[in-house]
């Protein structure tokens, strides 16, 4: 089961509901193409067609997400470990420097926020998931293994 903040599920949802609202465009647009004449030829028809294909596609996709996903708010877990939605200082134990880090079920794709963004599937994320502040965890990075200490939750 997949786990997902409360903020996912509602940029999920948002984004399920785009897609569904594109469906009517999408199928005007499929039968105004189909009306100018022969489809071999006819970019538009393909495009639209590819278009609602993908976007099909993405539909079930989200949906089947939604269903199975368990939001974090019903999720009991002490306050002092960590756990989706959570956001934690990080002190890097090479070189003692500190960041900000959310840990999160689907990254947003903002880069605006004051905290890093780090999914749980991640293996940043799966380090974390569950440890507690004071606690050092050992992350295996593509150039190597490296060391945080937690040192704050803030959220």
């Known amino acids: ?3 997902i903040t409360p903020e996912d599920q509602s940029r999920i949802q948002a984004r399920l509901d785009e897609l569904h609202h594109n469906r009517t465009d999408i199928k005007e647009r499929i039968a105004a ?4 004449g022969d489809l071999k030829e006819n970019a538009e028809y393909h495009a639209m067609r590819e278009r609602q294909g993908m976007e099909e596609a993405e539909i079930k996709r989200l949906e089947e997400k939604l269903q199975n996903a368990q939001v974090t708010d019903n999720v009991e877990k002490p306050d002092d470990m960590v756990f989706l939605g959570s ?3 990080l002190k890097d134990l090479s070189d003692d420097s500190s960041d900000l880090y959310k840990l999160v079920g689907t990254a947003s794709g903002s880069f605006d926020a004051d905290e890093i963004e780090v999914t749980a599937s991640s293996p940043m994320g799966e380090a974390l998931m569950k440890a507690r502040v004071g606690e050092t965890v050992k992350v295996d990075l593509p150039k190597g293994v490296k060391r945080f200490e937690i040192v704050e939750m803030r959220g």
Do not use: G, S
């Open 33 to 36: 193409a189909r009306e100018q």
């Open 1 to 3: 089961m997949e786990f």
């Open 87 to 89: 956001v934690v200082v």
